[in-house]
């Protein structure tokens, strides 16, 4: 059975770089993993999505090893509108969300 | 992308009864998704509505407590039936472009009474 897991909480500071790692248990061969940001009283928001390797787009970077069971969503200089949930996804199964909160 | 309306954004509902949920996209899909996220939790799918077809419910969820419309690609309905204080959570509805790239709508937050 398929599960993912990620740090419940996380600090850092403006500027900073901040890594979460999630872990993907028998995650499925052809699944993707997918990463979401969520604010208070809102819908989730994509971030960035990858299958392996490494992903880059314009808000983070994605890192994802070979044997697919783990993820690491990387956000680069941090600022303080980056607090908020932050979601992994793998085969449809959501893990519990990190809260991030950022420091000044 | 895609803009996604659900209405009512907030309900406060007696035990016993039904709320229905409306989502409306602004572009055709053909998958539209239900989530709940119980407060300060993951989210979870409900179900899978594919338009033309009944939805597709995940384990612990059946189509009696939750029934689904999806009369055209750019809508969906999500009841929520004979409510009861466990149902209080946030319901939203989500559409996928490409591979599991998902938008989602802003949430119906519902508290049963």
């Known amino acids: 059975l398929a599960k993912t897991t990620q740090p419940i909480s996380m600090d850092s500071y403006e500027g900073q770089e901040v890594n979460i790692t999630c872990s993907h248990n028998?995650?499925?061969?052809?699944?993707?993993i997918t990463w979401y940001q969520q604010f208070p009283s809102q819908g989730p928001r994509f971030i960035i999505q990858?299958?392996?390797?490494?992903v880059t787009n314009e808000v983070a970077s994605l890192f994802i090893p070979a044997d697919r069971k783990s993820s690491t969503l990387s956000l680069p200089r941090v600022s303080l509108s980056d607090t908020a949930v932050y979601y992994c996804l793998g085969e449809l199964i959501w893990g519990a969300g990190t809260k991030l909160i950022i420091k000044p | 992308s895609a803009v996604i309306s659900q209405k009512p954004s907030r309900d406060i509902c007696q035990r016993g009864t039904s709320l229905t949920i409306q989502c409306q996209v602004d572009?055709?899909?053909?998958?539209m998704f239900w989530y709940r996220q119980q407060p300060g939790q993951s989210l979870t799918l409900i179900a899978t509505?594919?338009?033309?077809?009944?939805?597709?419910?995940e384990s612990g969820f059946v189509i009696d407590k939750f029934p689904i419309s999806r009369p055209n690609l750019t809508f969906s309905t999500l009841t929520v039936s004979n409510m009861s204080p466990e149902d209080s959570s946030i319901y939203l509805c989500?559409?996928?472009?490409?591979?599991?790239?998902?938008?989602f709508g802003q949430g119906t937050r519902l508290t049963v009474v």
């Open positions: 028998n995650i499925a061969t052809n699944d993707y």
């Open positions: 509505a594919n338009q033309g077809s009944e939805a597709t419910y």
């Open positions: 989500s559409v996928e472009f490409g591979v599991a790239e998902a938008f």
């Open positions: 572009s055709q899909v053909t998958m």
């Open positions: 990858g299958y392996k390797t490494k």
